[in-house]
């Protein structure tokens, strides 16, 4: 039997170390899900919704490196599209798949026609179409190396015609390349960064996800330099664990202590971060900059030096240079009060709350204490994302996922089945808001359908908590975020997970000691406070005023109630506020 060109697709997918594609699998995409069936080397992962493959995809490569997912003609497409934006955005290398109408068709307004070129132009690094079997190979090898090397996503058009004809063999390379060159910046720029370093005695390191994998390095440079170091939340479980040094995150769902440090300080040195909230960054002091992409060095702060290099390699070449400082009083200072800014944060899991209004602090305290060392967790955006970010801690062995550039609801179920599939011995507990999983609630069925022991742990507020919250700081009263929703206990029954609902402070713990224990899929359905706030690192006078006014609205508008309950659920914030 001749090789067609959907097995030659699948064979050079499968030497590029791709394990698995998440699609839905029809008409255009039939050749390739035949030849996947045949070849035995790669995983079919059928899911409901093309984008939960593409969350679990983008998942996967974030965690090993590289994966696909696949849509079928028009309406496949368009799914994709959320799930790809948020795997290109977090610089995850996919390779999208996107089969289409016959060739005979194109142009003519077929049915189920899409211009692939222009739908996924947005969210790509690399975006082609095949239209004869000689382009096909030549394509895939180049949107290989693009999604590796430029970090994103690869997409590459094919027509369900093409892919049944044979393949044909081309005479430039089909394997695939992955140098990791050492990038450094010149003995110049690291002569007078040090320089200027030692110039300073307040200094503050803050690190991006860039800085994954220098922690040892940035521990080192801390140390000598007697500074503190603070994170964002993509690189909170790579520079928080074993660093004596770190006073927290920073950021919309960053901490005060951090916020504080970078503030106090007279010299910040940004590591491998694209930081987007400028408001969170001062301007009253020197800032250094050191990233692997020149053109993003300056958009987020006005920096004063700007290095090109990979932060492991840059600081490996700094240390030597940078004397080791004798002035702790900075750094003395900013620990004592993060010391603080801890204890304070631990009474809030020290009140449980109440019946139906259990707080989401208790929780995730909980889900941290009883959760493995290597854990991979996903985080829905929204409130989930903020008790994920403040009371999961780093072990250097657990690893978070969420939608941290491109902010979509949604995403925290199917990247935990990404999670699961690459990595199948490890725990995987995905933080889930009531609205996220509402929205891709059927895919709960693929973690069953592939028994993946994936545990999903529903913050259920009845609410969308976030958007409530910007409502109210907004002086507006919340209107439109309640949500009406089944009971998820027996959803995840039917779907045939084990399910729990804790409606009690008193039976969390043993409900996610159960979950976890479970040999399967599990959810945890727990009924937290609705009027549980996220309070930011600063809180400005006009926030304060706005949440008066929101307030004053609802009373106006005879929801005393919910202003009570508000007040109630929140009183632990008061001593934030003075």
Known sequence: MAKTVADQLVEMLVNAGIKRIYAVTGDSLNEVNDSVRRSGKIQ??????????????????????????????????????NGLYDAHRSGAPVIAIASTIA?????????????????????????????????????????????????GVAVVGLPGDITGMDAEEITTATQNFNPIPVIKPSDADLSNLA?????????????????????????????????????????????????????????????????????????????????PYANFIPTDCTIAQVDTKPERIGRRANVDIGLCGSVKDTLQALLPLVNQSTN???????????????????TYVEDTGDTDKIHPEYVSHCIDELADDDTIFTVDTGMSCVWGARYINATGKRK?????????MANAMPQAIGASLAFPGRQVVAFCGDGGLS?????????????????????????LGMVKLE??????????????????????????????TVNEPTGVKAAI????????????????????????????????KGMALSMSKLILNGEMNEVLDTVKANYKHIKDIL
């Not at 000691?513 to 930011?536: C, R």
């Open 44 to 81: 079919w992962i059928h899911v409901r919704h093309e984008e939960a493959g593409a969350y679990a995809a983008a998942a996967e490569a974030e965690l090993t490196g590289i994966a696909c997912c696949a849509g079928s003609s028009g309406p496949g497409h368009v799914h994709l599209i």
């Open 103 to 151: 060739t005979t068709e194109f142009g003519t307004e077929y049915f189920q026609e899409t211009n692939t070129l222009k739908l996924f132009a947005d969210c790509s690094h690399y975006n082609q179409i095949a239209t004869t079997p000689k382009q096909l190979p030549r394509m895939l090898q180049g949107a290989i190396q693009a999604a590796l090397h430029k970090k």
């Open 439 to 463: 929205m891709l609630l059927g895919d709960l069925a693929t973690i069953t359908q592939y028994k993946l022991p994936v545990k999903i742990i529903v913050f259920n507020n009845r609410s």
């Open 471 to 500: 409502m109210e700081v907004a002086g507006l009263p919340d209107w439109q975020t309640d949500m009406h929703n089944p009971d998820f206990m027996l959803v995840a029954q039917a779907m045939g997970m084990k399910g729990f």
């Open 195 to 275: 320089s200027v370093l030692g110039q300073h005695k307040k200094i503050t390191i803050f690190c991006g996800i860039g800085a994954a994998d220098a922690h040892d390095e940035v521990v080192a440079l801390s140390q000598k330099l007697h500074a503190t170091v603070a994170y964002s939340f993509r690189a909170k479980m790579d520079i928080q664990h074993h660093n004596p040094n770190e006073v927290g995150m920073t950021g919309l769902l960053g901490i005060p202590s951090a916020y504080q440090s970078m503030h106090h300080s007279d010299l910040i040195l940004l590591l491998g971060t694209d930081f």
């Open 513 to 544: 000691q159960a979950a976890f224990q479970h040999d399967g899929p599990a959810l945890v359905n727990i009924m937290t406070d609705p009027n549980a706030l996220a309070m930011p690192p600063k809180i400005e006078f006009k926030q304060v």
């Open 400 to 408: 978070m996922l969420g939608s941290f550039n491109h902010g979509s």
């Open 328 to 346: 702790d009083k900075f750094l003395r200072e900013q620990l004592e009060f993060y010391a603080e800014v801890k204890k304070k944060m631990h």
